[in-house]
T-cell receptor, first 115, second 111 residues
Framework: DAGVIQSPRHEVTEMGQEVTLRCKPI?????LFWYRQTMMRGLELLIY????????DSGMPEDRFSAKMPNASFSTLKIQPSEPRDSAVYFC?????????????FGPGTRLTVL | DAKTTQPPSMDCAEGRAANLPCNHS???????VYWYRQIHSQGPQYIIH???NNETNEMASLIITEDRKSSTLILPHATLRDTAVYYC????????????FGAGTILRVKS
């Protein structure tokens, strides 16, 4: 299994531009999570989906952030317009919620720099 | 989810056991203790979890006190590659539940 796949791995953009981060969860997993990590705030959950349905988006900072999961194998996190304070590493994670310990498997992250 | 308290940092000699403590005095009866770690520049990695019994897997052992108010993660023979931030998280093991990460413990394994 290839694990959770995220793209791009690095993104540098200018303030005001739209940014789209992509995630492919592990096949067979039915929950997907988007996290953000900064030095100041640590690792924080932005949003998570169960069976492609958003369950908790209370961590989404503001309306500039949106996330979608059109099918079980793909999710996007979009920032429009981007701001320098959005610079962070964004992680996607997935898990299988039926049976097992519900351990989450994380992708390698996307390092976003907004100039 | 119950709050956890961990020391900010610890050092361990290579080849020795690393014992990482975690306090979770407000844990509820249906909450599990999870441990993850994050090696520099990588995504967090699941290590182990338990409810009330001690658990062991190929990576580590988890010792939970009888009152469940604290636990210890044990890496039996620490290597330089175990240098990472270790997070202790308490949550119910219900499908799809989110993880709430604290600051964790920075473990430095030294040769």
């Amino acid at each position: 299994d290839a694990g959770v796949i995220q793209s791009p791995r690095h993104e540098v953009t200018e303030m005001g531009q739209e940014v789209t981060l992509r995630c492919k969860p592990i096949s067979g997993h039915n929950s997907l999570f988007w996290y953000r990590q900064t030095m100041m705030r640590g690792l924080e959950l932005l949003i998570y989906f169960n069976n492609n349905v958003p369950i908790d988006d209370s961590g989404m900072p503001e309306d500039r952030f949106s996330a979608k999961m059109p099918n079980a194998s793909f999710s996007t996190l979009k920032i429009q317009p981007s701001e320098p304070r959005d610079s962070a590493v964004y992680f996607c994670a997935s898990t299988k919620t039926s049976g097992g310990g519900n351990e989450q498997f994380f992708g390698p992250g996307t390092r976003l720099t907004v100039l | 989810d119950a709050k956890t308290t961990q020391p900010p940092s610890m050092d361990c000699a290579e080849g020795r056991a690393a014992n990482l403590p975690c306090n979770h005095s407000t844990i509820s009866g249906n909450e599990y203790v999870y441990w993850y770690r994050q090696i520099h520049s990588q995504g967090p990695q699941y290590i182990i979890h338990g409810l009330k019994n001690n658990e062991t897997n190929e990576m580590a052992s988890l010792i939970i006190t009888e009152d469940r108010k604290s636990s210890t993660l044990i890496l039996p023979h620490a290597t330089l590659r175990d240098t990472a931030v270790y997070y202790c998280i308490v949550r119910v093991a219900v499908g799809g539940n989110k993880l709430v990460f604290g600051a964790g413990t920075i473990l430095r394994v030294k040769s």
